[in-house]
């Protein structure tokens, strides 16, 4: 496995455990907006800089 796909399955396996702490949250709205902030920061690593990440509704 190159060390890319190491990186990568690190970050996926973190965001996993993020998204189970998150799961004892009660309200959908702040247990969404966690989890949308904690992808979001993966994808702004591996998209090209000319793109952004924005919320939306």
């Known amino acids: ?3 890319i796909s190491e990186k990568f ?4 396996s973190s965001l996993r455990n993020d998204f189970e702490v998150n799961r004892d949250i ?3 709205g702040v247990k969404g907006g966690l989890n949308e902030i904690e992808l979001s ?3 702004k690593e591996v998209i090209p ?3 952004k990440i ?3 509704v």
């Open 49 to 51: 800089q000319k793109y």
């Open 26 to 28: 009660v309200h959908n």
């Open 9 to 12: 399955n690190a970050k996926i």
């Open 41 to 43: 920061s993966i994808i």
């Open 1 to 3: 496995m190159s060390i």
């Open 54 to 56: 924005a919320k939306g």
